[in-house]
C-alpha cells in the first residue's frame, strides 16, 4: 500500500510539473496592468482593429427572440482578445478574486458583474459573444465582469468545463485615434460618425475641404441622472454649438452646417456614454 501511494503521489507531481511546463501560444502575451493568473498560459491571441465592438454590461437575456447581453456600450478600436487555461485545481472564483483585486488596485470603474447562472448560459457567452468554444462550461462556475480604466475597456470571463479544465478570456479595447480616412469610412458607410474627441477637429475639417459641396448635420445628446430635460437640451445644443463655430472658424461655410441637441434622447442603441457628438451627411 505504501509503494503504491508513493508512486500516485509522484504521478501527481509529474502532471503537475506537465501542467507548469505549458507555453503560450506564439506571439501571446498579457495585456498591460494586468499580470496573469499564476501558473497560467496563453492558448489563443489575437490582434484586430474593429469598426464596432459592444462591450456588454449586463447579463445574457432573451430580447425579442434572440439571446444577447441585456445592455451594451459600443466603441471602435484595436480589440485584443487573450484566452488562458489555468491548472485544473484552480477554481473560476478564486480567479475572478484574483483579477478584481489587480483591476481594483488601478483604480478600474466597474460597470457591470455576475457570476453564475445570474450571467445567463455560458453557450451564449463563448459562442456568440466571445466566439471562443473553449469558453462553453458549467452555469453555476463562470464569472464575467466589464470595466472601464483610462481609456481601456475590459471584459473578463472565467469558467470551468465539463471536462474540468478552467479557461479565463479577456477582451481589451483601446480606442483608435480618429484620422479623416477613419471619418469618411465611417460617413460613407453609415453615415454618421461619433466624434469621440470632439476638441479634434481636424478630421472633420480636412474633411468638409476636400468635399466642399458636402453638407453636415452637428448633433449632440447628454444624459445625467438628477439633472432635468430642460437642462439637458440646452447642455446637448451647447456642445453642438460649440463644434459648429470651431469649424466655421476654421474656414467652413456657415450654410453648410446645421446643428441638434436631443438632451437625453440618445440616438443609437447602446451607446453608454453620458455625453457624445457625432456629425452626419446632409
Not at 491571441?45 to 425579442?64: F, N, Q
Not at 444624459?223 to 439637458?232: H, I, K, P, Q
Not at 470651431?246 to 450654410?255: C, D, H, N
Request: hydrophobic share 40%; glycine share 8%; charged share 20%.
Amino acid at each position: 500500500m505504501r509503494i503504491r501511494a508513493i508512486v500516485q503521489i509522484g504521478f501527481v507531481l509529474l502532471l503537475s510539473v506537465a501542467v507548469q511546463a505549458e507555453e503560450d501560444v506564439r506571439g501571446g502575451e498579457d495585456p498591460q496592468q494586468l499580470p496573469r493568473f499564476p501558473l497560467s498560459w496563453i492558448v489563443s491571441y489575437s490582434e484586430e482593429k474593429v469598426p464596432e465592438y459592444a462591450l456588454a454590461t449586463g447579463p445574457m437575456k432573451k430580447l425579442e427572440g434572440v439571446i444577447s447581453p441585456e445592455k451594451i456600450e459600443i466603441s471602435k478600436g484595436l480589440l485584443t482578445r487573450v484566452t488562458y487555461r489555468v491548472p485544473d485545481a484552480h477554481t473560476p472564483k478564486k480567479i475572478f478574486a484574483y483579477y478584481l483585486k489587480n483591476l481594483q488596485s488601478i483604480n478600474a470603474e466597474i460597470l457591470f458583474q455576475c457570476s453564475s447562472r445570474q450571467c445567463g448560459s455560458s453557450n451564449q457567452w463563448a459562442n456568440n459573444y466571445f466566439e471562443v468554444a473553449e469558453l462553453y462550461g458549467i452555469d453555476r462556475t463562470q464569472y464575467y465582469l466589464s470595466a472601464t480604466t483610462g481609456n481601456m475597456q475590459l471584459a473578463l470571463y472565467t469558467v470551468k468545463r465539463g471536462n474540468r479544465r478552467v479557461y479565463i478570456h479577456l477582451d481589451i479595447l483601446k480606442p483608435a485615434e480618429q484620422t479623416e480616412e477613419s471619418l469618411a469610412a465611417d460617413l460613407q458607410q453609415q453615415g454618421f460618425s461619433w466624434l469621440d474627441d470632439s476638441e479634434n477637429i481636424n478630421p472633420i475639417t480636412n474633411y468638409l475641404v476636400r468635399n466642399p459641396q458636402q453638407k453636415i448635420l452637428i448633433g449632440s445628446y447628454a444624459r445625467t441622472a438628477g439633472e432635468g430635460v430642460s437642462e439637458l437640451l440646452s447642455r446637448s445644443n451647447d456642445a453642438a454649438n460649440k463644434l459648429a463655430e470651431q469649424l466655421i472658424a476654421a474656414g467652413v461655410e456657415t450654410q453648410r452646417i446645421e446643428t441638434v441637441g436631443v438632451g437625453p434622447a440618445v440616438p443609437i442603441a447602446g451607446r453608454g456614454k453620458d455625453s457624445g457628438v457625432w456629425v452626419q451627411l446632409r
